[in-house]
């Protein structure tokens, strides 16, 4: 019966260079695209505010959106949005004109949490909009007294919009999970 046994060779450890027996440098993450400081993530924050900026605008043009919760949910979700991702926006500009990676630990964090609370609001705020929108045209057929295309539109963009914020936090929750 021919088995082989277990054999075990030393190795040497060699010295460092820098006389130290400190910790050896972390690998870090590269800066994949759609993550904080990237063009990718440039390009998904202006698609949020955008998208955001036109689902605010048309719940706000209708006259009788105050008078149901779903839809001044949606307005307050969408005003949210648009305030975090331009103001995110205005620091991914500023990190690609200085050439700057945003990858520190505590930055990834208030995005992470920040993209995790907008993007939960505004997925919660579309889907009330769009059961309130499908009672008035579907099970009430009140639609000719409402303003049902409008209100159609503005949740469709604020779910276009929940759709573009969901990647940035995925990144972002992926690169602090990582760490």
Known sequence: MNVSHATVHPVEDLPTTDGGGGNPPRV???DYSGMPGTP???GLRISQF???VGALCIMAT????????????LVAAAGLQCFWSFSLAIID?????????????RLVTF????????STLMFAAACASAGIT???DNDLDICSQNHCVEF????????????????????????????
């Open 62 to 73: 209708t006259s009788d959106f105050p008078s149901v919760t779903a839809f001044s949910y």
């Open 28 to 30: 870090r993450m590269k």
């Open 134 to 136: 499908v009672l008035i």
């Open 152 to 179: 159609e539109t503005a949740t469709g963009l604020a779910f276009i919009s929940w759709f573009a914020a969901l990647p940035s936090f995925l990144l972002n929750f992926w690169s602090l999970a990582s760490r």
């Open 93 to 105: 500009i500023y990190a690609l004109l200085v050439r700057r990676s945003l990858q520190n630990y």
């Open 111 to 118: 995005f992470a949490v920040g993209d995790g609370i907008t």
């Open 40 to 42: 990718g993530g440039l």
């Open 50 to 52: 955008l998208f955001a």
